[in-house]
């Protein structure tokens, strides 16, 4: 169990560009999600893959944000046109199974600072 | 739509005292509840769960019960270590229109003194 793995740590781009940014979940999850945290509060859901079909997506989430999860293993994020308002931190998790009584793992996380 | 509701922090408190950090949530369905935690300079990790009412779930002297006919999920500790300073993110899992989706609540950070 290697734990599940971002990048990069930390982007730093201009506003308007575009970002991409990866996640490896643990090698036996089917399930993949994708929060965005902002500081003192909780993370907030964004989207979720059980292998490669998205499932779930927030309504907040604008038509600029689109996730990918191929072949059901590694998941993309990426953010075009990015604004100010983008600056936070996404988190990546992953679980087994297929309820929803399984805990997350949690990835550090992917640092976006908009400029 | 769900939600979750934690008391606000920051909790101040000395070492071996009683911790309560409060959670109430609104759910449609029946959700799964969890308390996560976040340890300075770490990622978020599991710290207990509990999935229909009335279960209590427990790890490392904490507890938390199920209670459905209040929507409560209180996190209780009955002698905190400075070590157990955190943030603490109550949340639940619920089935949305196509999987399931997880709602986390602000998180309350606490702080032990020796």
């Known amino acids: 169990d290697t734990g599940v793995s971002q990048d990069p740590r930390h982007k730093i781009t201009k506003r308007g560009q575009n970002v991409t940014f990866r996640c490896d979940p643990i090698s036996e999850h089917n399930r993949l999600y994708w929060y965005r945290q902002t500081l003192g509060q909780g993370p907030e859901f964004l989207t979720y893959?059980?292998?490669?079909?998205?499932?779930?997506k927030s309504r907040l989430l604008s038509d600029r944000f689109s996730a990918e999860r191929p072949k059901g293993s590694f998941s993309t994020l990426e953010i075009q046109r990015t604004e100010q308002g983008d600056s936070a931190m996404y988190l990546c998790a992953s679980s087994a199974g297929d309820r929803g009584n399984q805990p997350q793992h949690f990835g550090d996380g992917t640092r976006l600072s908009i400029l | 739509g769900n939600s979750v509701t934690q008391m606000e922090g920051p909790v101040t408190l000395s070492e071996e005292a009683f911790l309560t950090i409060n959670c109430t949530y609104t759910a449609t369905g029946y959700p799964s509840l969890f308390w996560y935690v976040q340890y300075p300079g770490e990622g978020l990790q599991l710290l207990l769960k509990?999935?229909?009412?009335?279960d209590k779930g427990s790890n490392k002297g904490f507890e938390a019960t199920y209670r459905k006919e209040t929507t409560s999920f209180h996190l209780e500790k009955g002698s905190v270590q400075v070590s157990d300073s955190a943030v603490y993110f109550c949340?639940?899992?619920?089935?949305?229109?196509?999987?399931?989706?997880?709602?986390f609540g602000a998180g309350t950070r606490l702080f032990v003194k020796a």
């Open positions: 509990a999935t229909k009412a009335d």
């Open positions: 949340a639940l899992s619920d089935r949305g229109t196509g999987g399931f989706k997880t709602i």
């Open positions: 893959f059980q292998n490669e079909a998205q499932l779930e």
